[in-house]
């Protein structure tokens, strides 16, 4: 069983910088891949940045060069750092963590970004 809590969401005027940590319970956090998505209000729900067990990682097209994941294995834990924001990052940010039988999902964070 896993269980994942984020944090460090927030409001942020536009240009801002804000980091998100996705925190997970249980034991073998090394071996998972992680992913960052998002879900704006009447939209759907988008992969952000995704980072492997590995540490190989990869980017949403509109989040490249402005948002960071990396992992930190001895925490179990997950950051995505996010600079030069936009008011279309507003959006609840929740982490992921695919197994063979389900995927994990943590409560999610907002992140408003006020023009």
């Known amino acids: 069983q896993v269980q994942l809590v984020e944090s460090g969401g927030g409001l942020v005027q536009a240009g801002g910088s804000l980091r998100l940590s996705c925190v997970a319970s249980?034991?073998?956090?090394?071996?998972?891949?992680v992913g960052w998505y998002r879900q704006a209000p009447g939209k759907q729900r988008e992969l952000v940045a995704a980072?492997?067990?590995?540490?190989?990682?990869n980017y949403a097209d509109s989040v490249k060069g402005r948002f960071t994941i990396s992992r930190d294995n001895a925490k179990n834990t997950v950051y995505l750092q996010m600079n030069s924001l936009k008011p279309a990052d507003t959006a609840v940010y929740s982490c992921?963590?695919?197994?063979?039988?389900?995927?994990?999902w943590g409560q999610g964070t907002q992140v408003t970004v006020s023009s």
């Open positions: 249980g034991n073998f956090f090394s071996i998972y891949d």
């Open positions: 980072i492997t067990s590995g540490g190989s990682t």
């Open positions: 992921m963590i695919p197994t063979r039988y389900r995927d994990y």
